[in-house]
């Protein structure tokens, strides 16, 4: 560990986020606008062996191969545009394994000659990839909620679990698996067999006003703990009323409750926070630490002494040894043991055997090695241009409310939560993928007519932010429009087919209000939920539960009941086997 004890006292120029000795000559700018995802994060590996780093890059879509003893790229395997390479896993020596978020495959690629071996379809939208060593298998985790388990040496699925949609990661230990999801940061426990043992939930914390707290959300990565067990990297959001009509020398709404000290992890509605979980899942401790902005990689160096963890919007790489990270169990650590900034936005982290830590950064150079005496940068490929990065970037990074529009908006999409405003009563997170100029006019109720009109409601009077100005608003919803939807569950053909004929019947008249390439609508109608709404579009559904602008309904068969309101209460018109080929439909979209 000599090269990574040396990181715990780099010299402030590191902490700082300058060189301290002039980097090499820079990276060629690319000219094409070819906007940025938006971060996934956890795209980085180190071979077992120590030879070689792997990252899958999303911004260029190609999966890179590094040569650490050289410390220059040995080659890089090219993928089709808007694949986006995701997870990586390595399983026998030289084989790397890479998923293709956008794609739905699962990539087999020899590192020596930097080759791409096999391509296999796995699911619309995998998200997660383990394998497991005993069993030479692979495991992926779907965020359709599919678990298929496939033989690392080739062929089809040989196991398919179906178990919820918004599947995120999936570690093998022992004879069982760890999954989590994504927007309720669960964590479950599975054995072999394929039995749900248990499911654990992150603790909440207290802020220190009477019932309020920061409740669990958006679990970003889960990775094996050395030392047994699991760990989840997740956000922590405020449980509480969020008041917007606060006087204007009060801290911006989006602060967070004014309970919370300044400078502390709770500042901000939704700030970082990791959870281990012992083998059995029992010995859960919680680790409330200042990570910044949008956490989006973990890792452990291979004893498990050390560990490092990213936040991509504040471009915050913060490590620490496991003794200091214990010492802070069920409290709030206000400083990391160690942190430091990059000029660009760090997705994923890795440890090299030796005790090295490698970021790879997603707009800029590509891959930086820490070091005692400073840090040094790869650059992989040609760095995307200004025009490419500067709405990604604006939607990224912090506001002075310590949180970013990605906080809520995980990946462009949402965070599963709903919100308690003093103003409207709870409102359940809307996605922004799809296209967000067609959503116009915004809000649950229609009450902000434009996009300017949304940014300047958003990033100034919420977040506390400078208002933007008219090429920023321009770059900012250029690149939301840019932002895919998810992809489409894997439908049962028959029942689908039945579906969507009883939705387009006159009988239920579902499309009077949900019309269109979006199946939406901007007319406000009342429901039978308390007021008048604009019809949300029902293309990914699925992945959008709880539902309603309240949430009220926590799965589709109660929206199509007497929770949805009189309108949706389709309960008494249709017979049971009906009313599943319905949500069939609905869940295909």
């Not at 986006?84 to 998923?99: D, F, K, N, T």
């Not at 103003?423 to 007519?449: C, E, K, N, Y």
Request: charged share 15%; aromatic share 6%.
């Amino acid at each position: 560990m000599k090269s990574f004890l040396a990181l715990l006292i780099l010299p402030q120029c590191v902490l700082m986020g300058v060189g301290c000795a002039p980097p090499s000559s820079g990276p060629s700018r690319a000219s094409p606008f070819q906007p940025l995802p938006a971060i996934s994060g956890g795209t980085l590996l180190v071979t077992r062996d120590g030879l070689h780093a792997v990252a899958a890059d999303a911004a260029r879509d190609g999966v890179w191969v590094v040569d650490l003893a050289q410390w220059a790229v040995r080659g890089q395997v090219s993928l089709e545009p808007g694949e986006e390479p995701g997870r990586l896993v390595e399983g026998e020596a030289g084989q790397v394994y890479a998923l293709t978020r956008r794609g739905g495959e699962l990539l087999q690629v020899d590192v020596e000659q930097v080759r791409l071996m096999e391509r296999r379809r796995v699911c619309s939208a995998p998200r997660g990839l383990a394998y497991e060593m005993a069993g030479k298998l692979l495991h992926v985790a779907c965020g359709g909620g599919e678990l298929v388990t496939l033989p690392a040496g080739g062929g089809g699925p040989v196991r398919v679990l179906r178990l919820r949609p918004g599947l995120r990661d999936v570690v093998p230990e022992g004879e069982g698996l760890w999954i989590s999801s994504f927007q309720s940061a669960e964590v479950m426990r599975m054995s072999s067999s394929g039995i749900l043992l248990s499911r654990f939930l992150p603790p909440a914390m207290s802020t220190g006003g009477s019932a309020e707290a920061m409740e669990p959300a958006v679990g970003w990565r889960l990775v094996a703990d050395p030392a047994g067990g699991v760990a989840l990297l997740h956000q922590l959001a405020f449980s509480g009323e969020v008041r917007l009509t606060q006087q204007p020398q009060a801290r911006p709404p989006y602060a967070g409750p004014s309970s919370t000290p300044e400078g502390q992890c709770g500042q901000g509605l939704v700030h970082g926070a990791i959870t281990t979980l012992g083998p059995s899942g029992a010995q859960a401790r919680d680790w409330q630490v200042a990570l910044g902005v949008l956490p989006g990689d973990v890792a452990f160096s291979g004893s498990g002494s050390h560990l490092a963890a990213v936040s991509s919007g504040s471009r915050r790489v913060v490590v620490g040894t496991r003794a200091w990270l214990e010492g802070s169990a069920g409290r709030c650590a206000p400083l990391a043991e160690r942190s430091f900034e990059l000029p660009d936005q760090p997705v994923a982290v890795a440890f090299t055997p030796g005790g090295e830590l490698l970021v790879q950064t997603v707009d800029g150079w590509g891959l930086t090695r820490l070091l005692g005496h400073g840090y040094e940068r790869l650059t992989l490929g040609e760095a995307p241009s200004f025009e490419s990065v500067v709405g990604a970037r604006r939607f990224h990074e912090p506001s002075p409310s310590h949180v970013s529009c990605a906080s809520c908006h995980p990946e462009g999409g949402q965070d599963g939560r709903t919100w308690r405003f003093d103003t409207t009563g709870p409102r359940r997170t809307q996605p922004l993928q799809g296209g967000i100029s067609a959503m116009a006019p915004f809000h649950w109720d229609g009450s902000v007519p434009d996009l300017r009109t949304l940014l300047v409601e958003t990033l100034v009077n919420r977040m506390g932010g400078t208002p933007p100005s008219e090429p920023e608003v321009s770059a900012l919803g250029a690149w939301l429009d840019t932002l895919p939807l998810e992809p489409p569950l894997q439908p049962r053909a028959a029942e689908v087919a039945h579906g969507r004929a009883l939705f387009e019947s006159p009988m239920l008249g579902c499309t009077r209000c949900h019309t269109g390439p979006r199946l939406a609508s901007s007319t406000l109608v009342d429901v039978g939920t308390g007021g008048a709404f604009k019809a949300p579009s029902l293309l990914r559904l699925a992945t959008r539960a709880p539902y309603l602008h309240d949430g009220r309904a926590a799965t589709l068969t109660q929206v199509l009941g007497p929770t949805g309101g009189s309108v949706h209460d389709v309960g008494f018109l249709l017979a049971p086997a009906e009313r599943a080929e319905l949500e069939a439909y609905l869940e295909s979209l």
